[in-house]
């Protein structure tokens, strides 16, 4: 300390030394060693070519400024003007005077010491910034952890809707939290690591800010993003400094978000083996299950890719405990629904339940989606409550996306959709295992489409037979169907339809088994580069075999083509009405879509 003063000592005295200098700048004239003998012996040699006579308050007093003809300038102080102008005007030397100036305080007296005081400022700041660690100070803590811990979470258990079995599962580790003693007694030891993997959206990073809520100790947590840097060594340090914070905050929770940022496969793609990410997961390894036991602290960590995540990571010892966090079913949408509408205001037309029952597939985050679009358009509309109105429209908006009724379609291009999209639904209604209509539009939307057709699941399927690919392939394919028995010819509205149709029917040979090329996988959708997999892997089909299964997707597709086309020719006149009345109404419902078979059976 005695030698940072004296260094903090020498500094402030050179501060004051350069300051008194830029002082005595400001304030000094300093003259030309020119005279008058000189200014004479010039002019009589025509040398001047002007001089400037400014003169001093203390008439006649003042100075004279001279020009030469090689363009040199010079002043000299004189104690009479009128003498050296009467002298210049003899030898026709061009003469200015200037009035007496004003003396201008803020020039001579302020401003210096303005800029005195700037310079004093600056070096004091940039000394009391050095003292205290400065840009030295951020540097050495560039290698520090930049997780952030949190004491007294708010979120519990309560606040996660739609998750039983996965609460249940962590209920332990709770206990454990709360009481570890329970557990050491009987030699049990508590899981290590607990990865939380599913689709984004379903809630895994609420569970882990609820565990926290619910055990009442201390939550670090980062993403996996943070711990990589351009400069190597970095990440391992902060994996280090986290680890060395969570022992002393013991028991605690650790948990890394996305941490496929930093656990992805190694050896992988086009890095090599000592590349930044990959010492930093090797430190992560290390501090998970390595030399020294981590008492006390739980790692928990949340990815939708668990498939490219680093073998060495997913051991019993690391992350010991894998739990999956699906969509949650109608069940679980209901309460999610339900927590969600608490702080808002519903109208009696809004169904809950109904909406559970119509919104199979949505995740947690999807359905808080779609209730805070339809508040949101409550509130645009100056109504004090959402009704179903609300919640139908931000459901064609979540699941579809928004309207584009200001675009100018031609008829033509118009009646080409409505029979598209009556194609669709159409074979959707009568097909028994493919699910109901929802909506069906000629408006176009943001996703590029020109229509819609919405479909409605009737139950949460978990698993699809060979039957329901089929009936679904033929309700992608109706609308080019409609297109062909209708006007003769196909536009390219069926592009995307096309490469769906394409997609699961080539899974249906290679993936499947529902072909006559039997039970092989001829498809590995694993061996992707870039994302954690190899560079280069080997062909797991030969030419021939490849050319099979093309044959057979086409076989495949041109089947379900031809019964499409048979259904949809057997039901000619209610294509016709469906089209006719989605020109008029631009977008009809599930009930008036249904009223037109009721109406041709009638």
């Given at each position: 300390?005695?030698?940072q003063?004296?260094?903090?000592?020498?500094?402030?005295?050179?501060i004051?030394?350069?300051?008194?200098?830029?002082?005595?700048s400001?304030?000094?004239?300093?003259?030309?060693?020119?005279?008058?003998?000189?200014?004479?012996?010039?002019?009589?040699?025509?040398?001047?070519?002007?001089?400037?006579?400014?003169?001093?308050?203390?008439?006649?007093?003042?100075?004279?400024h001279?020009?030469?003809?090689?363009?040199s300038?010079?002043?000299?102080?004189?104690?009479?003007?009128?003498?050296?102008?009467?002298?210049a005007?003899?030898?026709?030397i061009?003469?200015?005077?200037?009035?007496?100036?004003?003396?201008?305080?803020?020039?001579?007296?302020?401003?210096?010491?303005?800029?005195?005081?700037?310079?004093?400022?600056?070096?004091?700041?940039?000394?009391?910034?050095?003292?205290?660690g400065?840009?030295?100070?951020?540097?050495?803590?560039?290698?520090?952890?930049?997780?952030?811990?949190?004491?007294?979470?708010?979120?519990t258990?309560?606040?996660?809707?739609?998750?039983r079995?996965?609460k249940?599962?962590?209920?332990?580790?709770?206990?454990?939290?709360?009481?570890?003693?329970k557990?050491?007694?009987?030699g049990?030891?508590?899981?290590?690591?607990?990865?939380?993997?599913?689709?984004?959206?379903?809630?895994?990073?609420?569970?882990?800010?609820?565990?926290?809520?619910?055990?009442?100790?201390?939550?670090?947590f980062?993403?996996?993003?943070?711990?990589?840097?351009?400069?190597?060594?970095?990440?391992?340090?902060?994996?280090?400094?986290?680890?060395?914070?969570?022992?002393?905050?013991?028991?605690?929770?650790?948990?890394?978000?996305?941490?496929?940022?930093?656990?992805?496969?190694?050896?992988?793609?086009?890095g090599?083996?000592?590349?930044?990410?990959?010492?930093?997961?090797n430190?992560?390894?290390?501090e998970?299950?390595?030399?020294?036991?981590?008492?006390?602290?739980?790692?928990?960590a949340?990815?939708?890719?668990?498939?490219?995540?680093?073998?060495?990571?997913?051991?019993?010892?690391?992350?010991?405990?894998?739990?999956?966090?699906?969509?949650?079913?109608?069940?679980?949408?209901?309460?999610?629904?339900?927590?969600?509408?608490?702080?808002?205001?519903?109208?009696?037309?809004?169904?809950?339940?109904?909406?559970?029952?119509?919104?199979?597939?949505?995740?947690?985050?999807?359905?808080?989606?779609?209730?805070?679009?339809?508040?949101?358009?409550?509130?645009?509309?100056?109504?004090?409550?959402?009704?179903d109105?609300?919640?139908?429209?931000?459901?064609?908006?979540?699941?579809?996306?928004?309207e584009?009724?200001?675009?100018?379609?031609?008829?033509?291009?118009?009646?080409?959709?409505a029979?598209?999209?009556s194609?669709?639904?159409?074979?959707?209604?009568?097909?028994?295992?493919?699910?109901?209509v929802?909506?069906?539009?000629?408006?176009?939307?943001?996703?590029?489409?020109a229509?819609?057709?919405?479909?409605v699941?009737?139950?949460?399927?978990?698993?699809?037979?060979?039957?329901?690919?089929?009936?679904?392939?033929?309700?992608?394919?109706?609308?080019?169907?409609?297109e062909?028995?209708?006007?003769?010819?196909?536009?390219?509205?069926?592009?995307?339809?096309?490469?769906?149709?394409?997609?699961?029917?080539?899974?249906?040979?290679?993936?499947?088994?529902?072909?006559?090329?039997?039970?092989?996988?001829?498809?590995?959708?694993?061996?992707?580069?870039?994302?954690?997999?190899?560079?280069?892997?080997a062909?797991?089909?030969?030419?021939?075999?490849?050319?099979?299964?093309?044959?057979?997707?086409?076989?495949?597709?041109?089947?379900?083509?031809?019964e499409?086309?048979?259904?949809?020719?057997?039901?000619?006149?209610?294509?016709?009405?469906?089209?006719?009345?989605?020109?008029?109404?631009?977008?009809?419902?599930?009930?008036?879509?249904?009223?037109?078979?009721v109406?041709?059976?009638?």
């Open positions: 300390m005695k030698r003063s004296g260094y903090s000592f020498v500094f402030l005295l050179i004051l030394l350069l300051a008194g200098a830029i002082w005595v400001f304030s000094t004239k300093r003259d030309n060693n020119y005279s008058r003998d000189d200014f004479q012996h010039a002019a009589e040699a025509g040398d001047v070519a002007s001089i400037v006579i400014e003169q001093n308050k203390e008439v006649p007093t003042g100075t004279i001279v020009t030469t003809k090689s363009f300038t010079y002043r000299f102080s004189v104690t009479d003007v009128r003498e050296i102008e009467s002298y005007r003899s030898k026709g061009a003469i200015r005077v200037d009035n007496v100036p004003e003396s201008n305080w803020f020039l001579m007296y302020v401003l210096p010491g303005l800029v005195v005081l700037i310079i004093f400022v600056f070096f004091y700041s940039m000394m009391a910034n050095n003292q205290s400065g840009v030295s100070n951020r540097m050495m803590n560039f290698g520090k952890s930049r997780a952030q811990m949190v004491t007294d979470s708010k979120t258990f309560a606040n996660v809707a739609g998750l079995e996965e249940d599962d962590l209920d332990e580790v709770v206990d454990f939290l709360k009481d570890p003693g557990y050491t007694e009987m049990a030891r508590i899981p290590k690591g607990i990865l939380l993997e599913g689709m984004p959206g379903t809630g895994k990073t609420l569970l882990a800010k609820a565990i926290a809520g619910e055990a009442k100790v201390p939550f670090f980062i993403s996996g993003s943070d711990f990589v840097e351009m400069f190597v060594g970095v990440g391992a340090s902060r994996v280090r400094d986290l680890f060395a914070d969570a022992k002393k905050n013991s028991p605690c929770i650790v948990f890394i978000d996305e941490i496929d940022a930093v656990a992805r496969r190694r050896g992988a793609g086009m090599g083996g000592h590349d930044e990410r990959e010492q930093t997961l430190q992560l390894l290390v998970m299950d390595g030399f020294e036991e981590n008492e006390g602290i739980i790692v928990m949340a990815t939708n890719r668990v498939d490219i995540l680093d073998p060495a990571i997913l051991r019993p010892g690391r992350f010991d405990r894998k739990i999956t966090v699906s969509a949650p079913d109608v069940q679980g949408r209901e309460a999610i629904l339900k927590l969600h509408a608490e702080k808002k205001h519903l109208g009696d037309d809004v169904d809950l339940k109904e909406l559970a029952r119509t919104t199979a597939g949505f995740t947690g985050a999807d359905l808080e989606n779609l209730l805070n679009e339809a508040a949101i358009k409550a509130a645009r509309e100056k109504r004090a409550y959402i009704n109105e609300d919640v139908r429209k931000s459901f064609i908006k979540v699941g579809i996306g928004t584009k009724r200001s675009h100018l379609i031609t008829e033509r291009d118009r009646k080409i959709t029979y598209h999209e194609g669709h639904a159409i074979l959707m209604h009568l097909l028994p295992l493919t699910g109901s929802y909506t069906v539009s000629v408006i176009p939307t943001g996703e590029g489409a229509g819609y057709m919405m479909p699941p009737d139950n949460d399927d978990q698993h699809q037979t060979k039957e329901q690919l089929r009936q679904r392939l033929m309700v992608t394919l109706g609308g080019r169907v409609a062909e028995i209708i006007f003769g010819d196909v536009s390219t509205g069926a592009s995307s339809d096309i490469k769906k149709a394409t997609k699961v029917a080539r899974s249906m040979v290679t993936r499947f088994g529902m072909s006559p090329l039997g039970l092989i996988c001829y498809e590995d959708d694993d061996n992707e580069v870039f994302i954690g997999r190899d560079l280069a892997h062909k797991t089909t030969s030419e021939a075999k490849a050319a099979e299964i093309d044959e057979e997707v086409k076989h495949i597709i041109d089947g379900c083509y031809q499409a086309k048979r259904i949809l020719e057997e039901n000619l006149q209610i294509l016709h009405n469906c089209a006719a009345l989605l020109i008029e109404k631009e977008r009809i419902g599930r009930e008036e879509f249904e009223a037109l078979f109406a041709e059976t009638a």
